[in-house]
């Protein structure tokens, strides 16, 4: 099983997701600012993978690859149990210029 998507689409594309504070650019799976006393805290998958252009272009050094990068739960497909899991997630911080 991997993720849809649409998991990472921000509220403007698909409106119902500005309750779950996804309303940054495409490829942002979750604002945790809120839990962190308002520090702008950001979680995406590594690399900004299935990001917003943009994203990936702005910081150096980024390759975002779906063979390595990609969430994925492997589900025995009669019991529906977890067997193998590969959650793969980047923590980011949001930078200004202070003058």
């Not at 309750?19 to 942002?28: C, S």
């Not at 979750?30 to 805290?41: D, E, K, R, T, V």
């Amino acid at each position: 099983f991997t993720p849809s998507q649409n998991m990472i689409k921000n509220s403007t594309e698909i409106p119902s997701h500005s309750r779950y504070r996804l309303n940054g650019p495409k490829g942002i799976l979750a604002n945790i600012s809120i839990l962190q006393q308002g520090c702008p805290i950001f979680v995406s998958f590594p690399h900004f993978l299935y990001g917003d252009e943009k994203l990936q272009t702005d910081v150096i050094g980024l390759n975002p690859n779906e063979d390595i990068h990609q969430m994925r739960i492997d589900v025995e497909p009669i019991l529906g149990q977890t067997m193998e899991e590969h959650a793969r997630t980047q923590v980011n911080s949001r930078f200004f210029t202070v003058k």
